[in-house]
């Protein structure tokens, strides 16, 4: 009973979330339609460079949760990641060879790598480490996300029946 009733909430908290995601994606695409054509085409290729870098990350040990695409002024691409393996300092050292002309992984694996480190030094009682989030934005950002160990629980547990 206290299952259904929080599928109930979370399928209403994801449509009103879905319906808001639509109008600010709407307001953002009316800013778009303020940039000229070649700031347009540069912030899409920008964007693609970003979504071609991420399967050489998972090599690195590092799966992409969700990629978000802000549409403002200025742009940003927000990544979230886990890491789900580690890998070691020579392989990490191989892909920046192989990989050395991809800015955008150059930047982004050493922002996971930083954060990676940090994370570790961490601990807590009551939270978990959730996920590492990377705004590339003017000014960048890292995030380190943690979760209260009990709604980490109920993630995994709506996880599982996925």
């Known amino acids: 009973m206290k299952e259904k009733n929080i599928i109930k909430k979370t399928s209403k908290t994801i449509s009103d979330g879905a319906d808001q995601i639509l109008e600010q994606l709407k307001v953002g695409f009316s800013k778009i339609g303020d940039f000229g054509t070649n700031t347009k085409n540069?912030?899409?290729d920008y964007v693609k460079e970003v979504f071609n870098v991420l399967p050489i990350l998972e090599k690195a040990g590092?799966?992409?949760?969700?990629?978000?695409v802000g549409v403002s002024i200025p742009p940003?691409?927000?990544i979230h990641f886990s890491r789900f393996k580690e890998v070691e300092k020579e392989e990490i050292d191989a892909l920046y060879e192989e990989y050395k002309e991809k800015k955008m992984f150059k930047l982004i694996l050493k922002s996971l790598l930083m954060s990676n480190d940090f994370q570790s030094?961490?601990?807590s009682d009551s939270l978990v480490f959730s996920e590492t989030c990377i705004e590339i934005s003017i000014p960048p950002k890292v995030s380190?996300?943690?979760l209260n160990r009990d709604i980490a629980n109920i993630n995994k547990i709506e996880a599982d029946f996925d």
């Open 42 to 44: 540069k912030f899409i």
């Open 76 to 78: 940003s691409v927000e």
């Open 144 to 146: 380190i996300k943690y």
């Open 121 to 123: 030094k961490l601990s």
């Open 62 to 68: 590092f799966k992409t949760n969700r990629l978000i």
